[in-house]
């Protein structure tokens, strides 16, 4: 086979690139087509590259042809093509596969990164190798390097043989440092300073404070820093504003770089008009009132925009879903203004063809579904749509929801609304040991899902056992008794408290009790609500109970009966049940008894908060609550249900229970510390600026803040009437962690104004005491 191969096979001169040569091989009839050399190409590859089939005629024309064709495919590094009496005979040699490509050295970009870089560039394991692969790896990778900056980076290929013809690609990387940035010019800003441009940039220069300073040069950086310099003027009115040049240029020794850029800002252009054109398919005098670009203001493209879209959010609650409203700037440079046009086309009026939900792997649909305001079948409101999602948001079981509109494929009438949600727990299950600043150690086991099985009802056991208080609750809540939206829940609990423990006078209170509650809601946003109570009270003092505490006891008894009904109004604009960062809640509520209650007395309380976004980094909330409690006729408010400030969820940087009227000492012990009393009046409010922490991927679980506390707590039956000089105030950090286990919130809080009987404490934490 061989030797008729070398007697009968002429090798071809197009191998090395000749052609002109057919008078070498003497045209035949191909009457088969045998492939030699093959390792893990199929021969099929072959075939389909070659132009030629059985039965054509070959010759040398043809030959080089089919050679070239072969080379093209990029699979072989040899190829030989003669012919075997009438058999055209292709012998060829593969090139190498890569098997194996290993980094070192790489510390500021994951391997991963670099993978998915080779791989986007055509390099990955399992392609064919190819010397130039080599070269073709150092450039990719140190391009990605210097796209942040490391200018001095030394990328390094080799490559190994290894058996069955593949190779391993071992990648060396010498990072080197950043470049720092040490000047960044703007040439041609009259109207603005350089400094005051240079606010709007990410980057930096190197300063004083380099540890902290954004200092090190990005393309990616400068890119958007560039993108935010031109949005800046072009809002300013500035539309003829040009960047003509950018230059980076790199030092010697590759460490520094100097930034220069030329710009020409041009004149300011103000508004002379506005006009609505196209189809208007909603009156013209109800979309004028979104229209933000007024005559004789300064012309702005993002306010221009900002018009655009709320037009077309406007449009969509009609069902244009569709719609397409765009801004058009008419210029006039002799006058510098600029008439804008916005042409509407609405497109077709749309209707919502399903409502799909993804991501609730343990929630029923049902339960999203009724939080739905647009319905199948029903116009599109842009409007419901949206608050439908935050309906969803505030169910607290979500840690992120999105929402798309589809177009139905056939159909350009209608659309598909789809729900995407992220769960998060909202619950527990088990036994759980954690640590309060105010309650010391805590042992439960609990039973406790806001979400139980996915039907969003809220169901809880809870057994906690701690220093302060023993506790041992059941409770059912549905917030969709009725398909309109009554809720009713219950609960059934027993409550063990030894105020000593909690800062407080020297007594126990062993509760048992039972209530039932309902709710309806009367709008989108607002509810109210019903409660029934039952309650026993036994009281039990201390070895050396205070004066009034001994004095109640003695005139009124140990043991209470409680019977009492509660009215309460709710109003909640907040976009979460948890870590609400937008809206606004408000609750009053009213607690009376009834007849058959041994000591009447009724209460009045408001909780209200409000969130004021200030950037995508900044939020301000604040907070207050109101509580007053008043006894019937000439009877006071009873003790044992008074009102306590200091601590968590108070005022922070004071211990818990600790401010407002203290207790006077017993005449069994006359030297005894005053204690915490409580009172029948409670006054705090709460200011706390929320931010982001930039090294916090995951912000729908954490939140950070500062704030500033302002509270106390009066007594009216002695005497300790509400005064704005008596509040207490503290100032300090926080921060909330909602994990999986439980939740953790820490707090160093300094209180501001101390008095003598004061007891302070700075570092406060909870672990484990809520779900």
Not at 121 to 131: Q, V
Not at 209 to 226: N, T
């Amino acid at each position: 086979m061989v030797k008729n191969f070398f007697r009968a096979v002429v090798w071809l001169p197009v191998i090395l690139g000749i052609t002109g040569y057919s008078h070498f091989v003497s045209a035949f009839v191909v009457s088969d087509i045998r492939v030699e050399g093959l390792q893990r190409v199929s021969a099929g590859t072959v075939f389909s590259a070659l132009p030629i089939e059985v039965g054509d005629d070959a010759d040398a024309a043809l030959l080089a042809q089919a050679n070239r064709s072969l080379f093209k495919t990029g699979y072989f590094h040899q190829i030989l093509i003669g012919r075997d009496d009438d058999v055209l005979v292709v012998r060829v040699k593969e090139r190498p596969s890569i098997a194996k490509l290993s980094f070192e050295g790489n510390e500021a970009i994951q391997t991963e990164q670099l993978e998915d870089a080779l791989k986007r560039s055509g390099l990955a394991e399992g392609l064919i190798f190819k010397r130039a692969v080599l070269e073709k790896i150092q450039q990719e990778l140190s391009r990605q390097y210097i796209s942040q900056g490391r200018y001095s980076v030394k990328v390094e290929a080799t490559a190994e043989m290894k058996p069955r013809n593949r190779v391993e690609i071992a990648i060396n990387v010498v990072e080197g440092d950043v470049a720092k940035i040490k000047k960044i010019n703007i040439i041609g800003s009259s109207i603005y300073s350089e400094a005051r441009l240079l606010k709007l940039f990410e980057l930096e220069q190197t300063g004083f404070l380099a540890f902290w300073s954004d200092d090190k040069y990005s393309r990616e950086k400068l890119s958007g820093d560039l993108e935010r310099l031109k949005t800046f003027y072009l809002d300013n009115g500035y539309i003829k504003f040009a960047m003509q040049s950018v230059q980076v240029a790199l030092t010697p020794d590759r460490k520094s770089v100097f930034i220069t850029i030329n710009i020409e800002e041009g004149a300011q252009y103000t508004v002379s008009s506005y006009r609505i054109s196209g189809d208007l398919v909603v009156p013209e005098s109800e979309l004028t009132p979104y229209v933000f670009t007024k005559e004789g203001a300064i012309f702005s493209r993002k306010m221009m925009n900002a018009s655009s879209e709320s037009m077309t959010i406007r449009m969509g609650n009609d069902g244009y879903a569709f719609a397409n409203i765009n801004g058009i700037p008419e210029i006039d440079d002799e006058k510098h203004q600029v008439a804008i046009a916005y042409l509407i086309n609405p497109g077709k009026r749309t209707y919502v063809n399903r409502i799909n939900f993804f991501g609730n792997v343990g929630t029923q649909d049902e339960v999203l579904r009724r939080e739905m305001v647009q319905l199948e079948g029903a116009l599109a409101s842009t409007f419901r749509i949206e608050h439908s999602k935050t309906r969803i948001e505030r169910l607290g079981f979500f840690k992120n929801v999105t929402v798309e509109t589809v177009p139905v494929p056939g159909a350009s009438d209608q659309i598909d609304v789809n729900y995407t949600v992220e769960e998060q727990p909202s619950g527990s299950i088990g036994a759980s040991v954690g640590f309060g600043g105010g309650t010391g150690v805590i042992f439960g086991a609990n039973v406790s899902q806001k979400n139980f099985i996915g039907t969003g009802n809220d169901v809880s056991f809870n057994i906690n056992s701690s220093d302060f208080q023993e506790n041992y609750n059941f409770s059912f809540f549905d917030p969709y008794y009725t398909v309109d939206g009554l809720s009713r829940g219950f609960s059934v609990y027993y409550q063990k408290t030894n105020f000593d423990e909690a800062n407080v006078s020297s007594f126990l209170t062993d509760t048992l009790g039972v209530s039932l509650r309902y709710s309806y809601p009367i709008s989108d946003i607002t509810r109210i609500g019903f409660e029934v109570r039952a309650e026993n009270d036994n009281l039990k003092l201390g070895v050396y109970p205070a004066a009034e505490i001994a004095n109640f006891v003695t005139t009124e008894g140990d043991q209470f009966r409680t019977y009492s009904m509660s009215f309460s109004w709710t109003q909640s604009t907040l976009n979460g049940g948890i870590l609400a960062n937008r809206g606004s809640k408000h609750r009053l509520s009213t607690q009376v008894t009834l007849p058959g209650t041994d000591i009447g007395y009724f209460v009045f309380s408001y909780t209200g908060e409000k969130y004021f976004p200030l950037s995508k980094t900044y939020t301000v909330r604040l907070k207050t609550r109101l509580a007053q409690g008043e006894g019937f006729g000439d009877a006071p408010f009873p003790f044992y249900e008074h009102f306590f400030a200091g601590g968590f969820g108070s005022v922070r940087g004071y211990r818990d229970n600790t401010i407002g009227p203290k207790s006077t000492p017993g005449a069994l012990d006359p030297d005894q510390t005053p204690q915490s009393f409580g009172g029948n009046i409670l006054t705090e409010f709460t200011a706390e600026l929320i931010f982001r922490l930039p090294f916090v991927e995951d912000h729908s679980s954490f939140r950070s803040m500062l704030f500033v506390d302002v509270g106390n707590v009066f007594d009216s039956d002695r005497g300790y009437d509400l005064k704005a000089s008596e509040l207490k105030y503290s100032a300090g950090i926080s921060a909330i962690w909602v994990t999986a286990l439980a939740p953790m919130t820490f707090s160093f809080g300094k209180a501001l104004n101390v008095d003598d009987d004061d007891r302070t404490q700075n570092f406060q934490f909870t672990l484990g005491t809520g779900f």
